[in-house]
Each structure stands twice: as C-alpha cells, then as structure tokens.
C-alpha cells in the first residue's frame, strides 16, 4: 500500500494526512525534502543548521497542515515555510551577542 500512496498527488496525500493518514505525510516528506534542503542550503552555510531547519520546516508543515489553503502547490508552501525557518535562525543568531551567525556564511562550520 505505501508504494501506492508515493504515487497519489499532493492534494490527495494532504487530505490523507489530514483525515489521520500520517503515512501519507511521510510521502510528501519524501518528495519534497531535497528541495527544501537545496532551498536553504545557499542561505545556510552550516550543515547541522540545513539539517535542523529541514526538519523543523516538516514540524511547522505538520502542526500547520490544516492551513494549507491549496492556492499554490505544497512545493511552493513548503519551501516558503523552510525560508521563513531560515530568516528565524537569522535572527536568533544575530540576537545573541558575541556568537557569530551561521547565514550566508558568516561564521560557523
């Protein structure tokens, strides 16, 4: 049945989701989970921080999922959700004094 489910569209796999169908989140996870990473990656020189924001930009998708209003493909939502994410990280670490920023390359690994 998962094999089934990989090949349903967005739409059917977040209404799947949705109704309780948590397999189905895997799905889009899955599908989209490259894309997000090469989304923050240029902004994000760290790989831990890449590696965090892709899974805290899943959890925000999960917990928001029902706000989903299907006006602009999950792709677009998504990655839109991973940038936001990003700026967040941004700021959080340009907020704390004496510890440089991981964005756009300035310091970290």
């Not at 489910?5 to 739409?11: L, P, W, Y």
Request: glycine content about 6%; some cysteine.
């Amino acid at each position: 049945m998962t094999a089934l489910i990989a090949t349903f569209e967005d739409r059917t796999l977040i209404e799947m989701a949705l109704a309780g169908r948590t397999e189905c989140f895997s799905v889009l996870m899955d599908r989209y989970a490259t894309a997000v990473r090469k989304h923050i990656m240029p902004l994000v020189k760290n790989t831990s921080d890449v590696d965090d924001l892709v899974q805290d930009t899943f959890l925000k998708a999960w917990l928001h999922l029902s706000k989903f209003r299907f006006e602009a493909s999950f792709r677009t939502w998504i990655t839109r959700v991973a940038l936001n994410e990003a700026l967040a990280l941004y700021r959080r670490q340009r907020s704390r004094q004496g510890r440089p920023g991981s964005f756009l390359g300035c310091g970290g690994a």
